[in-house]
């Protein structure tokens, strides 16, 4: 079966960076867009970046937008998310997924796959 596994995750310090990796299989990769995601606790979901299956349009949320970068190996079936300039409010759980609509969908339910999440803390 399709198979998202997020990693990367981990404690940094606030102004440190991160490189998230998502490695999908079972799946035709580039046949989709992938986005990244993330739940704080006791929050909603939250859309972070999207990027199209060929990685020519990329989306941001403006939370992020100049601080994460979206991109994708589609060689490698896998999906990154740069994360620089880290703060403790990006702390959270975030996951990868995979979309099959064009473009370069924000909405979560636009996703038909999802991974089960990384963990990524940034202390003050």
């Known amino acids: 079966q399709v198979q998202l596994v997020e990693s990367g995750g981990g404690l940094v310090q606030a102004g440190g960076s991160l490189r998230l990796s998502c490695a999908a299989s079972?799946?035709?990769?580039?046949?989709?867009?992938m986005a990244w995601f993330r739940q704080a606790p006791g929050k909603a979901r939250e859309f972070l970046a999207s990027?199209?299956?060929?990685?020519?349009?990329?989306i941001y949320a403006s939370s992020v937008k100049s601080r994460f970068t979206i991109s994708r190996d589609n060689a490698k079936n896998t999906v990154y998310l740069q994360m620089n300039s880290l703060k403790p409010e990006d702390t959270a759980v975030y996951s990868c997924?995979?979309?099959?609509?064009?473009?370069?969908?924000?909405?979560?339910?636009?996703?038909?796959?999802w991974g089960q999440g990384t963990q990524v803390t940034v202390s003050s």
């Open positions: 990027i199209n299956w060929m990685g020519g349009s990329t």
């Open positions: 079972e799946l035709t990769f580039s046949n989709y867009a």
């Open positions: 997924a995979a979309s099959a609509v064009s473009g370069a969908p924000t909405s979560s339910s636009r996703y038909n796959y």
